[in-house]
């Protein structure tokens, strides 16, 4: 039997996914926080279209960011490690471009 769709989400649960997602807590325990049905709440997170799953890398890709964007200002005023560690970034960044690139073209 198939499960039943997960109810739309509230703006409140959706910056809770947002939030949690940047903390790094994984889907199984977001759907635990916010008391949603875990297999109806991952079915949804699987679709990488779906409202949750926006929302949850939504707020890794802010994470992300901001801890970037820190190494680049520590960088930039002479901290050699957070300058090896934003360069490794660039590199990584450049070389995952190349690869979807030659997978899923231009």
């Not at 679709?47 to 802010?62: F, I």
């Amino acid at each position: 039997m198939a499960l039943l769709p997960l109810p739309a989400l509230t703006d409140d649960q959706i910056k809770t996914i947002e939030d949690l997602a940047a903390a790094s807590y994984s889907p199984e325990k977001i759907a635990l926080y916010l008391d949603l049905d875990k297999k109806q709440f991952l079915e949804s997170w699987y679709d990488k279209l779906s409202e949750a799953r926006t929302a949850y890398d939504k707020g890794q890709l802010e994470a992300e960011f901001l801890i970037n964007q820190k190494q680049l200002e520590l960088a930039k005023a002479g901290n050699i490690t957070a300058a090896q560690i934003a360069l490794k970034e660039i590199e990584k960044v450049k070389t995952d471009n190349i690869l979807n690139q030659v997978l899923f073209g231009a």
